[in-house]
């Protein structure tokens, strides 16, 4: 073998030349790749675009950032993840914990205490005028505050209703006007539904803060709460019991199944739109999903039904964008948040109407939005969640993962696992109010 | 070349000459180890006594450390979860090992003969292996899903209808160590092959014509001279079990680690803990005795067969 560049042929101490120069190259490199990144525009780290899955979206993120940047002279660089990379795998923590976490991020409010309590989310309460701030309705802001301030802008409201499928029904001489109201009539129309390679109803079956947050609002129709005025757990109470039997007992019955198909409960077209399900508990993206990925499905949206004495209510998620305290410079990330979503300008209120509305389909978590775009809103399965579904929504909770865990593990063992629905709820009080006992952070809402 | 040059290269070349021939090829021998050492101490050595020294501090994931001492150690004792995790890894590792051995060796003897169907057969087994464990794991899936999944359908043909392969405690880690024997089965089938090959044919010829059937050769001369092979196998399939190679990305998408946590493996909780919750000093504490109990594992099959040494009589 020749040296191509000398003509003479390599030898031991030439080839160990050539990677000691290679080394000191790449050292030498290092230095300037650094001073390269830090000199680089704002990182949003997300899981929509640019390349995201659903086009619409990452056109939304895409533009927005186009928006700022043709405006402002500290730019802002988007980074796609992966949703199965981003919060649900390595991504996002592990770049915090290397210390080189986004200036610009998103979050659900399943993970707001722990990034709070870290104290890596910016106070953005100084960049939102007052009257963007009062645009805001108390039950969407309230989970991503404290203390009166703003640590995170939400960008939706996903409240979570049913969806059926109306052939299904039409098969089991069903319709619109059986859709159930309570408890009892959706386990019975559940096992009317189910056939020999159909499930009447899907709730969520995978351990995750997903199966949590579907949960919840069935906790709260009965009365139940996690924790009193004093902090202490009230995990153990009838609600609670009732809310974790009834799963129970739509697996038991074999009206539900054990495990949902394509990427679980949230998952409405590999479950409802390909018939393995009647019934599928489901948030509101599902529109869009369906409107997507299987747009000659028939089906129709009724909101959770209630047990007896109970009152409805429904859960609404959503992810929020929140600014890096550690980042290379929160102020600058502060006032796009603000700019982005948070802000009275027209573009500000119509970024939000877009994204829930044509990009997406949410509820909007601003008043204005909900107004500029009541037609939209009003629309379709769409106007269904505007009129009777999200009128119920309650904020999805925010707690620590110690505690996220101990009600999932109590979901799990009743669902799933024969775990005696009070058994699974005592054990979880159990391990609530030990973790709370010593609990230093945000308050959990 | 200046004066001076050449003068300095003669000077070395002399002072090269005077080395004795073991020490240079030792010298050299070091220089060949050297980058794949330090690749090693880099890459594994260097992580590993960082993991260790992680495991004396509660880390929030955000740049808090605190040091906790033997902290995370007593947690770990207290913390249902990670025996409950403990158990199924060792469940898991009961399961898998002795499938892996029997599915292994039962293909080997198979194909072991030089024929094209027996060349085509080893490809076919040895294909999951170059199929990514993501899709091994999303095929499993399908297959069983309830009512209408291969498994689930087989089953019922049988008489067991209704049953959840993935969604029942009792059987989820089951169907999790199908997936995994049936991923790794081709490579020890290679393996195995490799040590059948090794044994001269003429010991068969000699049972034979002692009036051996083929089973006595088999325990008498195939078993016993393949327990170099054998003591390989065992010990790779039980680090990769108890460690949770292959099985975490298998319950990663099969089941993440549900249902009721029947199938969390110790290396899915370390995991969890470490990027869920952010407890990197805890999950640190955890793969550290993971560390030693594959540790221990592997000294007790070397001290049962003196350092891996057979001898045969």
Redesign the interface.
């Known amino acids: 073998m020749t040296n191509e560049l000398t003509g003479r042929p390599w030898s031991r101490r030439s080839f160990l030349k050539a990677g000691a120069g290679l080394g000191a190259a790449g050292l030498a490199g290092l230095p300037l790749t650094a001073a390269r990144a830090e000199s680089a525009a704002m990182n949003f780290m997300q899981f929509i675009g640019p390349g995201g899955p659903a086009k619409t979206q990452s056109d939304w993120i895409v533009q927005l950032v186009d928006a700022w940047n043709s405006a402002h002279d500290e730019k802002v660089s988007l980074e796609y993840v992966p949703d199965s990379e981003y919060i649900g795998?390595?991504k996002l923590?592990?770049s915090?914990?290397s210390?080189a976490?986004p200036d610009v991020f998103l979050i659900s409010p399943g993970d707001f205490l722990?990034?709070y309590?870290?104290?890596?989310l910016a106070d953005l309460s100084p960049f939102i005028e007052p009257a963007a701030r009062a645009d805001f309705p108390e039950t969407v802001i309230a989970n991503r505050m404290v203390d009166g301030k703003i640590f995170g802008v939400p960008m939706e409201v996903e409240p979570m209703a049913f969806y059926y499928s109306v052939k299904a029904f039409e098969d089991a001489g069903l319709s619109e006007k059986d859709v159930p109201k309570t408890w009892d009539e959706l386990l019975e129309i559940g096992k009317k539904l189910t056939t020999?390679?159909?499930?009447g109803l899907l709730f969520e079956?995978?351990?995750?803060y997903y199966q949590n947050f579907t949960w919840y609002p069935f906790m709260w129709q009965g009365g139940g709460e996690f924790q009193d005025a004093s902090g202490k757990s009230t995990f153990d109470s009838p609600a609670t019991v009732a809310a974790l039997k009834l799963w129970q007992d739509a697996v038991a019955s074999?009206a539900a199944?054990?495990?949902a198909?394509g990427g679980g409960g949230s998952d409405i077209v590999a479950n409802l739109g390909s018939g393995?399900c009647a019934i599928q508990n489901m948030g509101i993206w599902g529109i869009s999903d369906m409107a997507n990925n299987a747009p000659d499905f028939k089906y129709g949206v009724f909101r959770l039904p209630v047990p007896t004495g109970g009152k409805y209510v429904t859960v609404g998620g959503g992810w929020a964008f929140v600014a890096n305290a550690?980042g290379r410079n929160p102020e600058a990330a502060g006032r796009f948040i603000a700019w982005a979503l948070a802000s009275m300008s027209p573009d500000s209120i119509q970024r939000v109407v877009d994204w829930c509305t044509v990009a997406k389909s949410d509820m909007p978590p601003r008043d204005s939005a909900l107004k500029a775009g009541a037609a939209a809103f009003d629309k379709g399965e769409l106007g269904v969640f505007t009129r009777e579904i999200h009128p119920g929504t309650r904020a999805e909770p925010r707690l620590p993962?110690?505690v996220y865990?101990s009600i999932s593990?109590a979901i799990?063992?009743a669902?799933?696992?024969?775990?005696d629905a009070a058994e699974a709820a005592r054990i979880a009080s159990q391990q609530i109010d030990g973790f709370l006992a010593t609990y230093k952070g945000a308050p959990l809402l | 070349m200046t004066a001076a040059v050449a003068k300095r290269e003669v000077a070395r070349r002399r002072r090269a000459a005077h080395l004795p021939n073991e020490r240079r090829e030792a010298i050299a021998g070091l220089l060949f180890i050297l980058p794949d050492t330090l690749g090693l101490f880099v890459f594994l050595g260097l992580p590993m006594i960082l993991a260790i020294a992680l495991s004396a501090f509660d880390v929030d994931g955000f740049g808090g450390y605190r040091f906790v001492g033997l902290g995370n150690y007593v947690r770990m004792t207290a913390d249902p979860l990670f025996w409950s995790s403990l158990r199924v890894t060792l469940v898991f590792a009961a399961m898998a090992v002795p499938l892996l051995y029997v599915t292994g060796l039962s293909l080997a003897l198979l194909v072991q003969r030089s024929s094209r169907f027996n060349t085509a057969m080893r490809f076919l087994f040895f294909a999951p292996q170059v199929v990514s464990l993501v899709v091994v794991g999303l095929v499993w899936q399908l297959m069983s899903v309830e009512k209408l999944g291969v498994l689930p359908r087989f089953a019922a043909s049988l008489g067991f209808g209704g049953v959840s392969f993935l969604g029942d405690p009792s059987i989820a880690l089951f169907t999790i160590v199908l997936a995994f024997v049936w991923f790794l089965m081709g490579f020890y089938m290679l393996i195995f092959i490799g040590g059948l090959q090794d044994i001269p044919r003429e010991y068969y010829e000699a049972a034979r014509m002692d009036g051996a059937g083929r089973r006595a050769s088999f325990w008498h001369i195939t078993l016993p001279l393949l327990k170099p092979t054998s003591f390989f196998v065992l010990i790779v399939s039980t680090v990769t079990a108890v460690a949770g190679q292959q099985a975490f990305d298998l319950v990663y998408v099969m089941t993440k680690g549900g249902p009721a946590n029947s199938t969390l493996l110790l290396i899915s909780y370390i995991y969890q803990q470490a990027f869920r919750y952010g407890a990197f000093g805890y999950a640190a504490a955890m793969a550290t005795l993971l560390v030693v109990i594959l540790m221990a594992i592997t000294l007790i099959f070397f001290a049962a067969t003196r350092g891996g040494r057979f001898q045969y009589d």
């Open positions: 795998g390595t923590s592990s915090f914990a210390g976490g722990r990034y309590n870290g104290g890596v020999s390679d159909r499930y079956t995978a351990p995750g074999g199944p054990r495990q198909l393995y550690r993962p110690e865990k593990d799990q063992g669902m799933l696992g024969g775990v």
